[in-house]
């Protein structure tokens, strides 16, 4: 093209990068929120640097085998649609960096804040036994045992390739010892187990936001997204037996985004705590296990259609 001739500096490929971007509307919503990050983002990685370089390398020059390549990363972007996490094979969560690729989710949960707490005011201590209930790439389970460094923690998926990207994450940040991945329908996988804090982000996305999701999501797992027309179909499963699986004094934590107003009319006899995100999202509650075991015969009733 052209036009490339005249760029010149890392600064000047970005720039570009942004403007193109904005040309041809792209979305933004794999781990960053605009097209300047998301255009360093890619520009960076082609030149082998990291996210952090200072911003005084951005007035150096390009190569023209560099240029090449920053170019091929951002016309992908452009004219496929790719989310850019896809593109470099790397994700950031809650500090943390993550191997992704399409057989999971880009790593983008606003549980990373009540992880960052603790999950501060609702764990009295911290948990021993965690499970992260549908995985994807490990990236919550994997941060919290971060967190809580003497905790045991399971990632379940139903997915065996998610599961292969979990376990290699698990590899890369070591933690082998305390972490394991394994295959679970729901709870199936895990008879008469109990923990301390039960957290997921399952699939929620209900039909009608399915049918209006931009094309870069069309690169996920469609079973990492969708469960049913109102987004609950795992949820409701999830409800009913967590009362099972949870210690005494355990916590369930559940990320359910915009079907929050689905889970609120199909129980709105339940006082759900829907946590005040202060960094961004929606649709996170949390309930105790005295909680769980209180409603779950509404629960269980959900499952079948009748009323309680």
């Known amino acids: 093209m052209h036009e490339l001739i005249a760029l010149t500096t890392i600064r000047d490929f970005i720039r570009w990068g942004v403007s193109r971007f904005h040309q041809e509307g792209l979305f933004f919503g794999h781990g960053t929120d605009n097209a300047w990050d998301e255009s360093r983002l890619l520009v960076l990685h082609g030149l082998y640097l990291p996210w952090e ?6 007035d150096c ?34 500090g943390y960096d993550f191997l992704i690729d399409e ?14 707490n603790k999950f501060e005011p609702w764990l009295e201590s911290d948990p021993s036994r965690i499970l992260d209930l549908c995985t994807g790439s490990g990236c919550i389970g994997i941060t919290c045992a971060h967190t809580f460094g003497e905790a045991e923690v399971v ?32 709870f199936e996988g895990m008879p008469g187990e109990r923990f301390d804090l039960i957290v ?38 999830m409800l009913a037996e ?27 006899e339940v006082d759900f705590e829907w946590v005040r995100l202060i960094e961004g999202g929606q649709g996170v509650f949390v309930l105790s296990a005295a909680q769980c075991r209180q409603y779950q015969p509404l629960f269980c009733a959900s499952l079948s259609g009748r009323s309680a």
């Open 53 to 58: 370089t200072p911003d005084a390398y951005l």
């Open 61 to 94: 020059r390009v190569t023209e085998i560099e240029r090449s390549l920053i170019v091929v990363l951002l016309q992908r972007r452009i004219e496929q649609r790719i989310p850019a996490a896809y593109l470099t094979g790397h994700a950031r969560f809650a």
């Open 103 to 116: 057989r999971v989710l880009v790593p983008r949960s606003p549980i990373a804040q009540l992880i960052a």
């Open 155 to 186: 990632l379940a998926d139903l997915s065996a390739d998610a599961l292969a990207v979990a376990e290699s994450n698990i590899e890369a940040h070591g933690l082998q010892d305390r972490v394991e991945a394994r295959w679970s329908d729901g």
């Open 200 to 237: 997921s982000n399952p699939p929620y996305v209900d039909a009608e936001d399915m049918a209006d999701l931009p094309d870069e999501y069309l690169h996920e797992p469609e079973m990492g997204l969708t469960a049913g027309l109102d987004g609950l179909d795992l949820v409701r499963r």
């Open 242 to 268: 967590a009362a099972d699986h949870l210690t005494e004094n355990g916590v369930l934590v559940v990320e359910v985004g915009n079907s929050m107003v689905h889970v609120m009319a199909q129980w709105p």
